[in-house]
């Protein structure tokens, strides 16, 4: 299933980091998120936009991911042209991660 099909994202961006927060829309979903929206995984799926490490936070009071993107390419929201780079394309871009869990 495509990430969205569970979940929402937040995005900001500063310079050459973009923040994307994962939340589930059922807060029972959220330990299967743990297990397959790993940091690799995230760095994977964005790699076209994302040239730094990912580092992923968990919230569990909150039953949210947070993942913060270094060395977003083209140098990030304050200079690059391209909408790409922006942290709520990239929150998109996340959302169609196809991920290996089940409904019902």
């Known amino acids: 299933m495509l990430l969205h099909e569970i979940a929402h994202c937040r ?3 500063k ?6 927060t994962v939340v589930p829309h059922d ?3 959220y330990p ?3 297990a397959v929206l790993t940091p690799q995984r995230v760095r ?3 790699d076209r936009w994302v040239g730094g490490e990912v580092t992923r936070h968990e919230l569990p009071l909150l039953c949210c ?3 913060v993107c270094t060395g977003i390419r083209g ?3 304050t200079v690059s042209t391209e909408l790409d ?3 709520k394309s990239l929150s998109s871009r996340l959302l169609a991660l196809d991920v290996p869990l089940r409904r019902g």
């Not at 310079?15 to 994307?20: E, I, N, P, R, S």
Request: glycine letters at 22%; charged letters at 15%; hydrophobic letters at 45%.
């Open 11 to 13: 995005a900001g961006d």
């Open 15 to 20: 310079g050459t980091v973009a923040t994307l």
């Open 27 to 29: 807060d029972a979903d």
């Open 32 to 34: 299967a998120l743990l």
């Open 44 to 46: 994977e799926g964005l």
């Open 65 to 67: 991911l947070q993942f």
């Open 75 to 77: 140098g990030g929201v």
């Open 85 to 87: 780079t922006h942290g």
